[in-house]
């Protein structure tokens, strides 16, 4: 059922209502620290996917920063999938959404012990960007990698999905001032390529599938799909150490993502990545399984939307 404004809704701490009803309050932890957790997946053809291994994150997450959202997951999905429902209609056939959950230690920013007050939880819709990245699907990605390092897990794990991805802007910041369409993917302190903002990077070569160690990143559901899949196909996986001399040498490479699936990279500090095709055969192989699996033609989604 649509609401009368035509607006969608949201999940906000035990009652669903109208988007422009949900007043977060300016001192919640999660405005004032970034002292919050959230995870995000989206659908396909109107289809959730993977909701469960999603919220099983969350709550891992939740768990790293010792906060409880005071339900628990099987009502966490109860909950999105009701949020889903209700603003479904408001979507053409061929749009999908974002489908995130948000959790913040709520309105407490001096931490006292044992002080009143709870999680904010925000259960939210978003319409996927299918027409600003459309071209991403032509033309390629290209890779820009800043002199940011990406957090070491030793000083804040990358594992877990928090609202404090300052690190991973700043990098977005200096990818993009050097080319206002780049995708940033930051290194590790070691020199060894690390992730992006919502994206884990993934190398080819001599027929090989090489992809940063998960000690190191955000183990995207993108990506753990992706290894699944070439596995499936009998296609080798490593997850192991890369740099920029094995990103400069790779016959092929792409992103995996939420709202992408797996996108090709075209180049990477512009040195092209291979012999010039966008879309590399075991990429374009692993795109065609990803939407055999989820039964939507995710890059034909994306194309349609190119504008002359």
Known sequence: MTTPSGERVAYYNGRIVLESEVRVPFRDRGFIFGDAVFDTTRTFGHRVFKL?????????????????????????IEITEAVLARNLPLLAPDEDYWVTQRVSRGTDPAFVPGAPGGP?????????PLRARARLFRDGIRV??????????????????????????????EARARDPEAWAVLLDIHGNLAEGTGSNLFLVKGGTVSTPR??????????ETAIELAREGGISVLERDLDLYDAYSADEAFLTSTSLCIC?????????????????PITRRLADAYARLV??????????RLEA
């Open 144 to 173: 820009i990698v800043p002199s940011v390092r990406r957090v070491p897990p030793e000083c804040l794990s990358p594992r877990a999905k928090t609202h404090n991805y300052l690190n991973l802007i700043t990098g977005d910041l």
């Open 264 to 280: 090709p990279v075209r180049s990477v500090n512009g040195i092209q990545i291979g012999g010039g095709e966008v879309w590399g």
């Open 214 to 223: 998960g000690e190191f990143v955000l183990g995207g559901i993108s990506r």
């Open 52 to 76: 469960r291994p999603h919220v099983e994150r969350l709550y891992r997450s939740l768990r790293y920063l010792r906060l409880d959202p005071g339900i628990p997951p099987a009502r966490m």
């Open 295 to 304: 039964d939507c033609d995710f890059v034909a989604q994306y194309l349609k």
């Open 120 to 128: 904010t939880v925000i259960v939210e819709c978003l319409p996927l």
